[in-house]
């Protein structure tokens, strides 16, 4: 059974950086492309970023220049560089397949305020 955990989120000022990672267990890791979800509360939730079994990269118009996601198929690992970051960017953020097939993590909430 696939087993997702997400880590890395919490309070920044505007400006400010994370780095999310998301490990994920019970699968062939480096057969699936991947992504970054986010979510606010009474909205959809929405791909961010997404990284393919071949490193083809796209990302929302919201989050380009300032987000990098990346991958390490050895650690069974996603990551989400996240920099220069908004009041707007401020949701629970999921990573999956960049197709949403597998069940979903708790998340990482991630905050941005002064």
């Known amino acids: 059974q696939v087993h997702l955990v997400e880590s890395g989120g919490g309070l920044v000022q505007p400006g400010g950086s994370l780095r999310l990672s998301c490990v994920v267990s019970?699968?062939?890791?480096?057969?699936?492309?991947l992504g970054w979800y986010r979510q606010v509360t009474g909205n959809e939730r929405e791909l961010v970023a997404s990284i393919t079994r071949g490193e083809r990269i796209e990302y929302a118009d919201s989050v380009k220049g300032r987000f990098t996601i990346s991958r390490d198929n050895n650690k069974s690992a996603v990551y989400l560089q996240m920099n220069n970051l908004k009041p707007e960017d401020a949701a629970v953020y999921f990573c999956n397949t960049n197709a949403r097939a597998w069940p979903w993590g708790q998340g990482t909430q991630v905050t941005v305020s002064s």
């Open positions: 019970g699968t062939i890791f480096s057969f699936y492309g």
